[in-house]
Antibody, heavy 120, light 111 residues
C-alpha cells in the first residue's frame, strides 16, 4: 500500500527544536518530489518546503534559515528539522508526494499529519 | 492573506452543480497549467481532486471537473451529494520563491 506516516510532533517551547519524520511505503522517497505542508488551527494550507529527487531543497520565506528538509534513502524516510520555533509555527504538519513530472504542487499522497504546538 | 483568492463559502442543494473560483496572477494561475484542487474533510488530510487544471486522479468521481481562464481557475462539482460537504483548496505552482501557493479555502455546504 502506498502511504506516508508522520511522527515527531508535540509541544515545544518558543526557541526550541523538533524533528518531524515521514516514513514512506509503497514508493521510493528519493525518486519523487517530497514536500511539507502545514495548516495552523482553523486556517488554510501553507506550503513549507520541498526536496527534489536530485536533492535540491527549497523553503517558504517564513521558515527559511530555521527549517531543514532532508531524507534518508536507506530508511525511505523524509524529515523536517525545525529550529528556533515560534508560536506562529503551531500547526498540523503534513508530508506529501508530488505526482507531477515536474514539481507543480500536485500532492497525490499525504500523511495523516502531526501536530506541532509552540507554547511556553 | 493567501496568495490565491477563493470565496469563503458556497452552498448548493443535492443534485445541483456549484463552481468554486480561484483567482491568482500571471505569476501563478495564469502562467502555468499547474493548478490543483483539494478536498478536506474535518480532521482529515487533504485529498487531491484535480491536477494540471483539469485532470482527475484515478478514483476521483467524474462529477468533479476543473478549468482555467486567464488568471482564474474553477472547480465545478455536478450532481452535489451530501458527502461533498467539505473544505476545498486550490493551489498553483508559482514563479515566486514560494514555489507553491494555496488559496484560502472554500467551505462547501450541501443544503
Amino acid at each position: 500500500e502506498v502511504q506516508l506516516v508522520e511522527s515527531g510532533g508535540g509541544l515545544v517551547q518558543p526557541g526550541g527544536s523538533l524533528r518531524l519524520s515521514c516514513a514512506a511505503s509503497g514508493f521510493t522517497v528519493s525518486s519523487n518530489y517530497m514536500s511539507w505542508v502545514r495548516q495552523a488551527p482553523g486556517k488554510g494550507l501553507e506550503w513549507v518546503s520541498v526536496i527534489y529527487s536530485g536533492g535540491s531543497t527549497y523553503y517558504a520565506d517564513s521558515v527559511k534559515g530555521r527549517f531543514t528538509i532532508s531524507r534518508d534513502n536507506s530508511k525511505n524516510t523524509l524529515y523536517l528539522q525545525m529550529n528556533s520555533l515560534r508560536a506562529e509555527d503551531t500547526a498540523v504538519y503534513y508530508c506529501a508526494r508530488d505526482c507531477g513530472s515536474y514539481y507543480e504542487g500536485a500532492f497525490d499522497i499525504w500523511g495523516q499529519g502531526t501536530m506541532v504546538t509552540v507554547s511556553s | 492573506q493567501s496568495a490565491l483568492t477563493q470565496p469563503a463559502s458556497v452552498s448548493g442543494s443535492p443534485g445541483q452543480s456549484i463552481t468554486i473560483s480561484c483567482t491568482g496572477t500571471s505569476s501563478d494561475v495564469g502562467g502555468y497549467n499547474y493548478v490543483s484542487w483539494y478536498q478536506q474533510h474535518p480532521g482529515k488530510a487533504p485529498k487531491l481532486m484535480i491536477y494540471e487544471v483539469s485532470n482527475r486522479p484515478s478514483g476521483v468521481s467524474n462529477r468533479f471537473s476543473g478549468s482555467k481562464s486567464g488568471n482564474t481557475a474553477s472547480l465545478t462539482i455536478s450532481g452535489l451529494q451530501a458527502e461533498d460537504e467539505a473544505d476545498y483548496y486550490c493551489s498553483s505552482y508559482t514563479s515566486s520563491s514560494t514555489y507553491v501557493v494555496f488559496g484560502g479555502g472554500t467551505k462547501l455546504t450541501v443544503l
